[in-house]
């Protein structure tokens, strides 16, 4: 009798110490890289990952990009590229001010840059930031500083661009909502991808010129998909209508 209630204790103990480590395995950091971050989103989403990235915070952003190079426009400045993901709660005093400072800037605001590794739990399947605009949210727990070195004033940048795509339905209303991902983009481009916010537009901000492929679609819309042909240094403007399921 003895020996079947030490058996049933042990085989309590060791369900406990599976449940355990069960939990903390699911909830390890997981190292990735941006690319893999944005192109595995839905893989990632509620959970504690670490990646390196760079941060800009300023005026109405704080976001982390893959890179960030010269702006095409108006005074020499820095600023990111390609697809951005909101940084719930910005970053720690003490990082945030050991960051490269400009501050010539549109908004008149200083804004911040550096290149991070940065460990948070990442969030994707809603609408984050600024006027609901970005499709990725990352809270960051913990923050170092990594080496890097801003580019020179007047150096060789490649040539980039600005494109708004406004989505709305046949009575040409404005839909927000509206997911718009890339299925081509230039070599070098990563996928770029956002949601429509007020008045129905997304802007991607210094993309790479070239010929991009874009799928647009929302929930009780059927999906639709546009060829876009991005000239440097220009502001590209493109209209979609989608029509109703049913």
């Not at 599976?18 to 595995?40: H, K, P, Y």
């Not at 490649?158 to 890339?182: C, E, F, R, W």
């Not at 129905?200 to 991009?212: E, H, L, Q, T, V």
Request: charged share 20%; aromatic share 10%.
């Amino acid at each position: 009798m003895n020996c079947r209630k030490y058996l049933i204790a042990f085989i309590l103990v060791l369900s406990l110490m599976s449940s355990v480590l069960t939990g903390c395995s699911n909830s390890a950091d997981r190292t990735v890289t941006f690319e893999q971050l944005i192109s595995q989103a839905d893989k990632y989403n509620g959970q504690s990952v670490t990646l390196e990235a760079f941060y800009f915070g300023g005026f109405e952003i704080s976001a982390l990009s893959d890179a960030v190079g010269p702006s095409t426009s108006g005074v020499w400045r820095i600023v990111p590229t390609g697809t951005l993901i909101w940084v719930e709660g910005g970053i720690s005093e003490e990082v945030y001010n050991k960051l490269y400072q400009q501050t010539d800037t549109p908004s008149a605001y200083p804004e911040r840059i550096g290149k991070l590794k940065v460990t948070g739990k990442f969030e994707t399947g809603g609408q984050y930031g600024h006027l609901d605009a970005y499709q990725y949210q990352i809270a960051i727990t913990s923050a170092e500083i990594l080496e890097w070195s801003p580019p020179p004033a007047g150096g060789t940048s490649i040539p980039t661009s600005t494109l708004q795509i406004k989505v709305t339905d046949q009575n040409d209303s404005p839909l927000d909502g509206a997911k718009v991902a890339s299925e081509e983009q230039p070599d070098g481009q990563l996928k770029v991808t956002g949601l429509t916010g007020a008045g129905g537009i997304a802007i991607f901000s210094d993309i790479k010129s070239g010929d991009y492929l874009f799928y647009i679609s929302r929930y009780d819309y059927l999906q639709s998909k546009i060829g876009v042909t991005i000239t440097a240094g220009q502001i590209s403007n493109v209209t979609v209508k989608l029509d109703r399921e049913g």
